[in-house]
């Protein structure tokens, strides 16, 4: 068995926060354990909970459209998330939940390698960096710890407000240009991202 399936199923058996008393499932993640581009939601819904699988539910389907509008499936991607288990009635996770499931997502990053973390929503983006706010650095690019990041808006933010659909979609046009731009300058080095352009990325 690989780490990277090793630590899922130490997630999958995880007790260390309250959230394991209500799931049905843990939702460690999914996708090419050598995936260049990684995805971090916020936390399982209903349908993840159910299934054991993120992003599966409304605001997975709106996901998979936004992969594909870039030419990407979601099986050449990993997808993640900041808790693996659902809180209850999709309430927002709490600090002590997201501090005791910080070295799941962790040790994934540190497996994975991505070249490209893409946070979804602004729990996501506290995560990474603590001090920014999601409506000043969406669709921007950052770079930490030689990794190149884009934060954007939540998927399912699009669901309940109808303008955040483009925006969403603007912001994900940009994912193949920080992409290139990541494979072919180490973050060291990084320079700034050039506008969006129609790119084949596999
Ligand atoms: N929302 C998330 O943040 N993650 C999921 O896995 C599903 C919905």
């Not at 926060?17 to 049905?24: P, V, W």
């Not at 808790?83 to 997201?98: A, F, S, T």
């Not at 990041?149 to 046009?173: C, Q």
């Not at 920080?178 to 300058?185: G, I, N, S």
Request: charged content about 25%; some cysteine.
């Amino acid at each position: 068995m690989s780490e990277l399936e090793e630590l899922h199923q130490r997630i999958a058996s995880c007790t260390d926060c309250d959230l394991c008393r209500n799931r049905t499932h843990a939702v460690p993640g999914e996708g090419p354990p050598n995936a260049e581009l990684l995805f971090v939601g916020e936390g399982p819904g209903f349908y993840e909970d159910q299934q054991a699988r993120p992003f599966v539910g409304p605001a997975g389907r709106f996901l998979e459209e936004l992969l594909a509008s870039i030419g990407l499936q979601r099986d050449q991607v990993f997808i993640a998330n900041v808790v693996k288990c659902r809180p209850p009635n999709n309430r927002d996770p709490l600090p002590g939940e997201i501090e005791s499931c910080r070295k799941y997502l962790q040790q994934q990053i540190e497996l994975i390698q991505p070249k490209v973390i893409i946070s979804l929503g602004r729990y996501s983006l506290a995560w990474f960096f603590p001090r920014d706010t999601i409506s000043k650095v969406h669709g921007q690019t950052k770079v930490k710890d030689g990794i190149y990041f884009m934060p954007m808006y939540h998927p399912a933010a699009a669901l309940h407000a109808g303008n955040m659909r483009s925006v969403i979609e603007e912001d994900f046009k940009k994912i193949p240009a920080v992409l290139k731009r990541a494979r072919e300058a180490p973050p060291a080095q990084a320079a700034p991202v050039p506008e969006p352009e129609q790119m084949r990325l596999f």
